[in-house]
């Protein structure tokens, strides 16, 4: 019989992953403490570590990242808006030949 798939919230993974910096007890008596497989504690570290030095990115790049995705999402949903049309007049006139 197969394990059941623990899903953890992200606030727990947060908490796991800054006891794994912090150090102050091992890898081992995390896994021990928490029931989560030593790769998937360094795995949730390491994400950790690479996020963090966008908290200190400033605001004004941040928005303009936030508006040049939205104007990308607004550009594939026009795009998609428009093959929609062309599928839907293509059915139409394919219709009509037959």
Known sequence: MTAKRKR????IKAKI????IKQQKTVSEITAQYGVH??????????VLEMIPE???????RKRMEQEQQDLIDRLY???????????WLKKKY????
Do not use: H, I
């Open 55 to 61: 908290a200190f990115t400033g605001s004004v790049k």
């Open 78 to 88: 026009r795009q998609v808006g428009e093959l929609v049309v062309e599928r839907d």
């Open 8 to 11: 953890r919230s992200p606030q």
């Open 38 to 47: 030593a790769t998937q504690v360094n795995t949730w570290k390491k994400q």
């Open 95 to 98: 219709k009509a030949g037959l």
């Open 17 to 20: 992953a800054l006891e794994a």
